[in-house]
């Protein structure tokens, strides 16, 4: 019975082929996740309406925000969206993309933004946090 060598290198195409193919899956179920609209204005009424309801609403949920800013961190790890009607709720987006860091160093704070997010945690405390997907 006669041995069959190998030279390394199947194994490591082979590898380097499933890499692609997991990222490029990964891709497609971010860019395929179904998304709910909502504003801000309404996360804040929510929010204060009943905290405890509005966490098993939106957490863990894909979300697309529409707002204005209104404070962006010096370092830019996060940035906040404010309500004129509820200034006391805080809606804290935290941004991890260095593509959307280059599109929050050309906005003022008073802009008004559309985000792509999920939402990561909701406390009576610290209002709601979220992970920004993707910002236009």
Do not use: W
Request: hydrophobic share 35%; with cysteine.
């Amino acid at each position: 019975m006669e041995k069959i060598k190998s030279c390394g290198c199947g194994c490591g195409i082979l590898l380097i082929i499933c890499a692609a193919l997991l990222v490029s899956l990964l891709t497609q179920c971010t860019s395929n996740a179904e998304y709910t609209n909502t504003s801000v204005d309404t996360l804040c009424s929510e929010f204060l309406s009943n905290t405890a309801r509005a966490k098993k609403t939106y957490k863990g949920k894909n979300l697309i925000i529409s707002g204005n800013i209104a404070v962006i961190q010096e370092d830019i790890k996060y940035i906040t969206l404010y309500s004129v009607e509820y200034p006391n709720v805080i809606l804290e987006f935290r941004v991890k993309s260095k593509g959307v860091k280059k599109k929050i160093m050309q906005l003022d704070t008073g802009d008004h933004i559309t985000i792509r997010c999920k939402c990561t945690n909701v406390s009576s405390d610290k209002g709601y946090k979220f992970d920004i997907i993707s910002m236009e």
